[in-house]
């Protein structure tokens, strides 16, 4: 089994940040499984040693709520500099934290996805 992060901003009486972790279905194509995660298509917010954020690639165009990540959150160490505004990670949209092996994007097994995010 192969796992993505998902970090998402819902709105109930007031914005909350949801962090989920998702179970990749090997029965389904991928791609279309990320980009629906996103609801819309694949942009890489930043690379790193085996793994890579993905953002929508129109979430500026389709006038979601840009969100500051908060301190606390698993997602703020993968913040990379060009995504800070007045000294502070920002995100639009659904994000994802998936594997990167340099070739395709997929997902973790359960222990890697948690040793990556401690």
């Known amino acids: ?7 998402n901003v ?3 009486e007031a914005p909350v940040l949801m962090e989920t972790m998702v179970l990749l279905d090997d029965r389904h194509d991928r791609l279309s ?6 609801d ?3 942009a890489v917010l930043c690379y790193g040693e085996g793994w890579a954020l993905l953002m929508g ?8 709520v840009a969100w500051r ?13 060009q995504n ?6 920002v995100a639009v949209g659904p994000v ?18 948690m040793q990556l995010l401690r």
């Open 57 to 64: 690639d129109n979430a500026l165009c389709n006038e979601l």
């Open 10 to 12: 819902e709105h109930h």
């Open 69 to 81: 990540v908060p301190i606390g959150s698993k997602l703020y160490k993968f913040m990379p500099q």
């Open 33 to 38: 499984q990320l980009q629906s995660h996103l």
């Open 40 to 42: 819309d298509l694949i």
């Open 1 to 7: 089994m192969k796992f993505i992060m998902k970090w």
């Open 96 to 113: 994802l934290l998936v594997h990167d092996d340099g070739v395709d994007f997929s997902g973790f097994t359960q222990l890697e996805l």
């Open 84 to 89: 800070y505004v007045n000294g502070c990670p």
